[in-house]
């Protein structure tokens, strides 16, 4: 059993947390509104998955500090325009988690991977680029799917696809971090 770290309460980071906790990982997630937490806390919904009821072991905090803390990986699932922003907010909570980027796209100010921006904002961590052919609502119900986490340390790959991997979900590594980009 894992303790995860999901930046990001949207649709995506809260199929990640409940695929997660299904398999007996406890997930912490962080929301940038109270709102959301409330909503995910008390309520046990998320906005975008109206048919999906939030797993009790998921527990969803404002304070990045507390949901990044004692952590064994860090998932990043915000939208690509805020993650070097949302980097900046808990990379000082980082002791040797490795960072899983879960989103896609790159910064448009600078035309940055989201690889480079973390190489950049962070550059002696470890890192990984999830993707694949998934769905937030099919994840979220247990569909089967496949993913791919790509990343330059092995290491790093091999936690991701132990940690992930079920009968629902494959996960196939890759050392070709732009090519997964």
């Known amino acids: 059993m894992k303790n995860i770290a999901i930046i990001g309460s949207g649709t995506w980071g809260v199929a990640l947390a409940m695929h997660l906790s299904n398999i007996g990982h406890n997930v912490k997630l962080w929301a940038f509104m109270q709102e959301e937490a409330d909503n995910i806390n008390i ?24 949901v990044v803390e004692g952590t064994d990986m860090i998932l990043h699932v915000t939208p690509s325009k805020f993650v070097r922003e949302t980097i900046k907010k808990y990379k000082d909570y980082v002791t040797n988690q490795p960072i899983i980027m ?34 937030a609502e099919e994840v979220s119900v247990g569909i089967p799917t496949a993913i791919v986490i790509a990343s330059k340390d092995e290491g790093v790959r091999n936690l991701v696809q132990e940690t992930f991997m079920n009968e629902k979900m494959r996960v196939y590594t890759s050392d070709d971090v732009i090519g997964v980009e």
């Open 43 to 66: 309520e046990k919904k998320c906005k975008f998955l109206p048919d999906v009821r939030i797993n009790d072991n998921i527990t969803c905090y404002t304070d990045i500090q507390k």
């Open 102 to 135: 879960c989103a896609k796209g790159f910064e448009a100010e600078t035309l940055c991977t989201l690889s480079q921006i973390i190489e950049q904002e962070m550059p002696n961590s470890k890192y990984g680029i999830f993707s694949g052919p998934s769905h």
